[in-house]
């Protein structure tokens, strides 16, 4: 099993930025992908940026050109830059964890806590 903290969220102001980080530990070697998810109230849990231990990235469509996702594989920690934020990104973000470089929150059997990013002037 791995264990997730992220950390990095609070209150930002429109078109500002932010980075998000998640710590991973326990059973690393397992890990093959790390994703971050958001989850604004009273919506699902919508899948936001992955990154494989190859580099390889995927990015959902509203984030695209705006959030870059990257990890540093010696520490076991992935980031999220969050860049010219919109209100529309205000959410617990959560960062995950899973074996397949995969959009479907079901293929990430390991989650953070979460981190509450709010975009607002």
């Known amino acids: 099993q791995v264990q997730l903290v992220e950390s990095g969220g609070g209150l930002v102001q429109p078109g500002g930025s932010l980075r998000l980080s998640c710590a991973a530990s326990g059973s690393i070697f397992s890990i093959n992908t790390m994703g971050w998810f958001r989850q604004a109230p009273g919506k699902e849990r919508d899948f936001v940026a992955a990154v494989a231990r190859s580099g390889r990235t995927n990015y959902a469509d509203p984030v695209k050109g705006r959030f870059t996702i990257s990890r540093d594989n010696s520490k076991n920690t992935a980031y999220l830059q969050m860049n010219s934020v919109k209100p529309e990104d205000t959410a617990v973000y959560y960062c995950?964890?899973?074996?397949?470089?995969?959009?479907?929150?079901?293929?990430?059997?390991?989650w953070g806590q979460g981190t509450q990013v709010t975009v607002s002037s």
């Open positions: 995950a964890t899973g074996p397949l470089f995969r959009e479907n929150a079901a293929s990430y059997p390991d």
